[in-house]
């Protein structure tokens, strides 16, 4: 057994001595937002409502926050993030849980990582995504950064409804996203995104389309952490996802005065941030 100490220990301690550096110049920061809407590749997360009338409107407010700890210079990250939401039965709250590996490639700024978007209270919205991103800066011209998130969960945000026993998977929806921004003025910052989501065979069997997303605005930075920003956010094919306003009367022989809204449909958002 003393042999077996003498082995044992330095295994045990050696590892954590090499990670001290990595601990040492950890940083670990932090986020909190309340948004006017919140809306996830062009969709909107609040689509249940206390009542028809809310379900249409504009106005949905969320309130967010994260935090996110980056391991020294070693480029390698974990973080999590939240939201209010309300488009599943009996859950409130989306919780993302991710890290990945940032790295240079000549003038690139690269990233790899997973992510996994949980909703407790119902876990068929639960989906798992790796995704790659390429990023360049230019002074004159400003920054662009082109993501691709891949699926690899057989559920992909309710859609497929796997864990409900259909049988259907959403793995294999790709979403693909560049994104462009640039400071014009001291302080504010041009901002706009376009979007692609391309849904699995499943999930097209049932009826929806894949679709484009947009967000096009723009941030102010308060400084001290506090920035604001405004964007005209949407997607289009909003005929292919359409939710239930208003489910109208049934008089027994026929149901009249249902009314229906796309989540889709081009919201102007505000966005409070205060970074920690």
Do not use: C
Not at 51 to 79: E, M, R
Not at 267 to 275: D, G, N, Q
Request: net charge positive; proline share 3%; charged share 15%.
């Amino acid at each position: 057994m003393k042999h077996l100490s003498r082995i044992a220990l330095p295994m045990l301690v050696l590892p954590t001595l090499a990670a001290l550096p990595l601990l040492a110049n950890a940083q670990l920061t932090g986020n909190v937002a309340l948004t006017t809407n919140y809306k996830f590749r062009g969709q909107d997360q609040d689509m249940l409502g206390r009542n028809d009338y809310a379900k249409t409107k504009a106005f949905k407010p969320a309130i967010q926050g994260g935090l996110d700890y980056a391991f020294g210079d070693s480029g390698f990250y974990v973080g999590n993030w939240n939201s209010s939401v309300n488009w599943l039965k009996g859950n409130s709250i989306e919780s993302d849980i991710y890290g990945g590996y940032k790295f240079k490639a000549g003038p690139l700024d690269m990233d790899v990582g997973a992510l996994t978007y949980l909703y407790p209270g119902n876990a068929s919205g639960n989906t798992t995504e790796l995704y790659g991103s390429a990023g360049y800066t230019s002074e004159a011209f400003g920054s662009f950064t082109l993501k691709y998130s891949h699926t690899v969960s057989k559920d992909y945000f309710g859609y497929a409804g796997n864990k409900a026993g259909s049988g259907l998977k959403g793995r294999n929806t790709g979403y693909l996203n560049l994104s462009y921004s640039k400071e014009i003025v001291p302080k504010l910052t041009l901002k706009a995104a376009v979007g692609y989501t391309n849904m699995s065979s499943d999930i097209r069997s049932l009826g929806y389309r894949n679709y484009v997303d947009y967000n096009l605005g723009a941030s102010y930075d308060f400084g001290n952490g506090l920035s604001l920003a405004g964007s005209v956010q949407g997607a289009n094919r909003k005929s292919s996802y359409l939710s239930v306003a208003n489910p109208g009367v049934d008089y027994g022989f026929g149901t009249f005065g249902a009314t229906y809204y796309s989540p889709n449909k081009a919201r102007f958002i505000l966005t409070l941030t205060k970074t920690l």
